[in-house]
C-alpha cells in the first residue's frame, strides 16, 4: 500500500469524523429543538395560564387555535377574553361553533351589540373619557363635574347614561331643564342648586364635550344598536330594552368573551375607548386577556401605552399576518412588545423586511467552519516508500450566523412554526400533524 493511499485513507476517516463532529457542534450551538408530528395542545397545554404572547405570519389555522386554546385558558384562570380584530375574522367565525352563547358577545355591523357606556357610573364614565380625549380635545379636568350634572339627571328621568344621549343632549338648555324639574316637584330646590353649580363649574368644557361626543358617536354608530341610535323609533327603542347590549367594563364584569369588529384601524377614537374600559377594569382587579388580530398598535397611544405597560392583571396576545409592519417597522416598539412577551410563535413572512427582523431577533449562533488545503509533492529516492505523496490540512473557524435565515421564514409551510415560551426556554421548530 503506497503512503498516498495510506495518506488519503487516514484523511477520509478523519474528514468524516471531523464532519459528523462539527455538524453535532453547530446543531448544539444552534439550540434549536426540532418537534415533528405535534398539536398545539403539546405545546400550549389546556388549562395552562395565558402568556403575553406574539403571533406573527400568514398561517391562519395555526393562529386560530392558538387564539381558541387562549380564550379556553383565559376563562379557566378567570381572565375575560377580550378581542378586537379589522373585518373578517377566522376567530370570529369559530366562537359560536366553539362555545356556548351565554360564553360570548360578538359585535359587528351585521350585529350591532356595543354601548360604550352600559353599566357605569359618572365616575367610570369620566375615567375613559379623560383617558381618550385629555389631549386631542384639550378637555381640563373640570369637565367631570359637567358629565356628573348630566348623568345625575338622566339617573333622574330614569335613562340610562348612553353615547346617543350625550350626544343628542341639548346641552345649552341644560339648566332651564333642571329649573323645570324643580318647579314640577321632580327634584328639589337644593338637589337643583346643586346640579346647576356642577354644570357651572364644568360649563368651560361644554363645546370640547360636545364635539368629543359627536365625533366618537359618528365613529361607532355603526356597533351601536338601533334602538340606541339617534333618531330610533319607539318600536326600536322597545326592542332594545328586550335585548341585551355591552359596554367592554359590562362584559368584563359578567366574566363574558367579547369580540368586537374594529371595521377599520382608522377607527382610532373606538380602539381607544376600548383600550381605556380595559384599564380601568383592570385597575379594579379584573383579569383580561386582550387579543388584538391585525391591529395597528403603532397609531394609537392609549393601546400603545396598555400593551407596555407589561401588567399581569391584562395579558395582550398580539397576532397577525405581520406584527412587525403593525408597528409600522417601528423598531423599538417591536422591540419592546418581544422583549416583554412569554411566548413567540413565528410562521411564514411574505415581506422580506419583515423575515430579515425575525431572523435578527430569533438571533445569532457560532457556526463551525472546516477548511480544507490539499498539497502533493514527491518523496526522496532515499524514502522507504519512494513515489508521489499527498497531504490534507484541516482548518477551522467561526462566523456569527442566522439561528433561521430570513430565506428560512419566508419558505415556511402552513403547518410549521418556530416556537419560543418562557416554560421551555427554548427554540422549538415544530411540525404539525
Given at each position: 500500500?503506497?503512503?498516498t ?8 476517516l478523519?474528514s ?30 389546556v ?14 389555522s ?5 387564539l381558541?386554546?387562549?380564550?379556553r385558558?383565559s376563562?379557566?384562570n ?27 358577545i ?13 353599566g ?8 375613559v ?13 373640570n ?5 356628573d350634572s348630566?348623568?345625575q339627571?338622566?339617573?333622574i ?15 345649552a ?9 324643580v318647579?314640577?316637584g ?8 346643586d346640579?346647576?353649580?356642577k ?7 361644554q ?5 368629543f361626543?359627536?365625533?366618537?358617536y359618528?365613529q ?5 344598536p ?9 318600536v ?18 359578567e366574566?363574558?368573551i ?5 371595521a ?24 383580561i ?8 398598535i403603532?397609531?394609537n ?6 400593551i407596555l405597560l ?11 399576518n ?50 480544507k ?34 430565506e428560512e421564514?419566508n419558505?415556511?409551510?402552513?403547518d410549521e ?17
Amino acid at each position: 500500500m503506497s503512503s498516498t493511499i495510506v495518506n488519503s485513507f487516514a484523511n477520509a476517516l478523519s474528514s468524516g469524523f471531523n464532519i459528523k463532529s462539527n455538524k453535532r457542534i453547530n446543531k448544539n450551538n444552534r439550540g434549536v429543538t426540532e418537534l415533528k408530528n405535534k398539536t398545539l395542545a403539546d405545546v400550549y397545554p389546556v388549562g395552562s395560564d395565558v402568556n403575553r404572547a406574539v403571533i406573527s405570519g400568514v398561517s391562519e389555522s395555526i393562529k386560530t387555535d392558538y387564539l381558541i386554546h387562549s380564550i379556553r385558558n383565559s376563562l379557566i384562570n378567570n381572565r375575560t377574553p377580550v378581542i378586537l380584530y379589522e373585518g373578517d375574522n377566522n376567530l370570529a367565525k369559530q366562537i359560536p361553533a366553539l362555545f356556548n352563547p351565554d360564553e360570548y358577545i360578538l359585535i359587528n355591523s351585521g350585529n350591532p351589540g356595543f354601548e360604550p357606556f352600559f353599566g357605569m357610573s359618572s365616575y367610570d364614565i369620566n375615567t375613559v373619557i379623560s383617558d381618550i380625549s385629555t389631549k386631542k380635545y384639550d378637555l381640563k379636568k373640570n369637565f367631570s363635574y359637567y358629565i356628573d350634572s348630566i348623568v345625575q339627571c338622566m339617573s333622574i328621568n330614569r335613562s340610562a347614561p348612553t353615547l346617543a344621549r350625550f350626544q343628542k343632549c341639548l346641552h345649552a338648555s341644560m339648566i332651564d331643564q333642571i329649573n323645570d324639574m324643580v318647579n314640577r316637584g321632580t327634584i328639589s330646590d337644593t338637589i337643583g342648586q346643586d346640579l346647576q353649580s356642577k354644570l357651572m363649574m364644568g360649563q368651560s368644557e361644554q363645546f370640547k364635550l360636545e364635539a368629543f361626543f359627536d365625533d366618537l358617536y359618528n365613529q361607532i354608530f355603526f356597533l351601536i344598536p338601533e334602538g340606541y341610535r339617534n333618531g330610533a323609533t319607539k318600536v326600536q327603542r322597545d326592542l332594545a330594552k328586550k335585548n341585551k347590549y355591552y359596554s367592554i367594563c359590562k362584559a368584563i364584569n359578567e366574566k363574558k368573551i367579547i369580540a368586537i369588529d374594529i371595521a377599520s384601524n382608522f377607527n382610532t377614537l373606538l380602539i381607544e375607548l376600548i383600550a381605556a374600559e380595559i384599564k380601568l377594569s383592570a385597575s379594579k382587579g379584573n383579569g383580561i386577556s386582550l387579543i388584538l388580530n391585525n391591529v395597528n398598535i403603532n397609531e394609537n397611544e392609549l393601546l400603545k401605552k396598555l400593551i407596555l405597560l407589561n401588567s399581569d392583571k391584562c395579558k395582550t396576545i398580539i397576532t397577525g399576518n405581520d406584527v412587525y409592519s403593525e408597528c409600522n417597522c417601528e423598531d423599538k416598539l417591536f422591540d419592546t412588545i418581544i422583549g416583554n412577551a412569554e411566548t413567540i410563535a413565528v410562521l411564514a413572512h411574505s415581506s422580506q423586511l419583515s423575515c430579515k427582523k425575525w431572523s435578527e431577533t430569533i438571533g445569532y449562533y457560532d457556526k463551525l467552519d472546516e477548511a480544507k488545503s490539499f498539497q502533493t509533492g514527491r518523496h526522496s529516492s532515499t524514502s522507504l516508500f519512494p513515489g508521489a505523496n499527498a497531504s490534507t490540512s484541516i482548518n477551522y473557524s467561526t462566523k456569527r450566523e442566522y439561528i433561521v435565515k430570513p430565506e428560512e421564514i419566508n419558505r415556511m409551510q402552513s403547518d410549521e412554526m418556530y416556537y419560543y415560551s418562557i416554560d421551555n426556554k427554548n427554540l422549538q421548530h415544530i411540525t404539525f400533524a
